[in-house]
């Protein structure tokens, strides 16, 4: 006789049948749902309709709901005014940048930790994750001092790309989540391939990256994400206009700009963001609760 499976919960799948439970239950989830969708997407709205509204309108109190009367061309002028082409560009170049050394060197970092075993392998890693202990404000001063002079070639980094996708290469928290992963992948698999005469290089290109698309699509997004939101650091290694970012470029304009127009182009810059959590919003779980192959 066939077992039927149950799943155990504070409350029993009886009790959610009748009448007085399944309204509690119901009617609880409503309001969770509500409650946790208001404050995700409250900010999203208001943002997008004070986009919308004059600037005395945006700045009353209590604020509309609605702006009373719509000005579309706000995303236009802050588009022109901003310069917001030359900053998306700049900040898409910094993070494709970004991205391309993480999965290259963070990468091969997590393949050499879990697959090849290095020495003092384990110790390695153990002093990456200590690193994520240390507060990154304070890591601020030590890295613009490398970066204002480069040890060993003393050289300034400064306006240039790679006082960006330098520092975000080290990054210890994306190699343990692809170690974690690379983890996962049996034994079996890799001493198939070394049979078959699959070197290092081969079996990471042939078989542990094709396996590895969902946590490479969460690295991918981290890394993209993280460069396009952070202020303080390009501001400190960016200072000329012709090489700011998104962020940087709307602070620096915002002082005599409408507020309503510098709204209207932090819309604009959060889409790309936006459109990008959207493609790859399935490798987020995926990536991180995968925990091998099916035998």
Request: no cysteine; aromatic share 12%; charged share 10%.
């Amino acid at each position: 006789m066939a077992q039927q499976s149950e799943t155990r919960s504070l409350v029993s799948f009886a009790q959610l049948q009748r009448g007085r439970g399944k309204v509690i239950y119901w009617t609880l989830l409503t309001v969770v749902v509500i409650l946790f969708t208001l404050v995700f997407i409250g900010p999203l709205y208001w943002m997008i309709t004070g986009a919308l509204k004059s600037s005395p309108e945006l700045a009353q109190t209590p604020p509309t709901l609605w702006p009373a009367d719509p000005q579309p061309e706000n995303y236009s002028d802050a588009w022109n005014r901003l310069d917001l082409a030359k900053l998306l560009f700049n900040t898409f170049y910094y993070a494709v940048g970004a991205l391309v050394f993480q999965l290259v060197l963070d990468t091969a970092a997590a393949y050499a930790l879990s697959k090849l075993r290095p020495k003092l392998g384990n110790l390695i890693l153990g002093m990456m994750l200590a690193t994520l202990m240390i507060p990154a404000m304070v890591l601020i001063i030590p890295q613009y001092v490398t970066v204002i002079d480069l040890p060993i070639l003393h050289i300034s980094l400064i306006d240039s790309p790679f006082s960006i996708w330098l520092p975000a290469v080290a990054n210890a928290f994306n190699i343990f989540l692809l170690k974690r992963f690379f983890d996962s992948i049996p034994e079996d698999l890799m001493s198939a391939a070394r049979m078959d005469g699959a070197g290092s290089m081969r079996t990471l290109w042939s078989i542990v990256l094709p396996i590895s698309r969902p946590i490479l699509g969460v690295v991918s997004i981290f890394a993209v994400t993280a460069v396009w939101k952070d202020f303080l650091w390009p501001k400190l290694v960016m200072p000329s206009p012709e090489t700011r970012t998104i962020s940087v470029g709307i602070y620096a304009f915002s002082g005599g700009t409408p507020q309503n127009v510098v709204v209207a182009a932090a819309v604009i810059a959060a889409i790309p963001t936006i459109v990008f959590f959207l493609i790859f919003q399935r490798s987020i779980m995926s990536g991180l609760t995968a925990g091998g192959l099916k035998e």
